[in-house]
């Protein structure tokens, strides 16, 4: 599923195609968008990449490829950079949930317990338990036990977690090689990262250049639950 902006973006920039057989400027996507910055389309375009809607040609300026549209817009044939009727602004997490405890399908939110904030980037202190809470879609969550944490840093930029998305964690402490994970590490610093596993090795890997993977023995980690969705605000 898309978000607003981002099935805004690729519209026009699919329609920009059409029209004139290459991509918009950054510039000119800012401006369709209104947004400020183009750190902003920068995201935009990773999110739509790592979804498989776009393709970045290499060796050419303004070089996007479309590869998909949503299928509303396949199925309506949009003329327009402005879709009707489009309004989630939600990310779904990929993720197959265990059999635990069945939420509803006709509650529409779920109120989650909120723990604060988690580093994406160097590592903070343990999670402390608050009476905070946030309402999340019900069709984010399957069967299981969930909390909510606000990432703060961008060392996962590269794996479309950005700094002030909120995350959306599976409770437990067990996951997959390759699972992005909330760990805490010597029982006070805690951060989301990508688990990686070899022999008694644990690593903990960023998805950013510009952070280093962290390795540990086993007896340091402790895994608290795994991501499962994202939400995101613009």
Not at 75 to 101: C, T, Y
Not at 132 to 145: D, F, K, N, Q, Y
Not at 205 to 212: D, F, G, K
């Amino acid at each position: 599923m898309l978000t607003r902006k981002q099935n805004e973006l690729l519209l026009f920039i699919n329609q920009r195609i059409k029209d004139g057989g290459v991509s918009p400027s950054f510039d000119e996507m800012k401006e369709a968008l209104g947004l400020k910055s183009k750190s902003g389309i920068h995201r935009l375009i990773t999110g739509l990449e790592e979804r498989g809607f776009i393709r970045r040609l290499a060796h050419r300026a303004r070089a996007l490829e479309v590869l998909r549209l949503p299928e509303t817009a396949a199925h309506h044939g949009h003329k327009s950079a402005e879709p009707h009727g489009f309004k989630p602004n939600v990310i779904k997490g990929q993720f197959k949930p265990a059999p635990r405890a069945v939420v509803a399908e006709s509650v529409s939110a779920v109120d989650l317990p909120l723990y604060g904030k988690i580093a994406a980037g160097n590592p903070i202190e343990a999670l402390r338990d608050s009476n905070a809470t946030i309402g999340v879609p019900a069709s984010l969550l399957g069967r299981g036990e969930y909390y909510a944490l606000q990432v703060d840093g961008d060392s996962m930029m590269e794996a479309g977690i950005f700094d002030g998305d909120t995350a959306i964690i599976e409770r437990g402490d067990v996951a997959d090689n390759g699972t992005v994970v909330v760990a805490v590490v010597d029982e006070d610093e805690v951060t989301l990262k990508r688990l990686r596993r070899k022999g008694d090795s644990v690593a903990l890997e960023p998805a950013n250049a510009r952070y280093e993977t962290r390795i540990f023995g086993p007896d340091r980690v402790k895994i608290q639950g795994r991501l499962v969705g994202l939400m995101r605000k613009y």
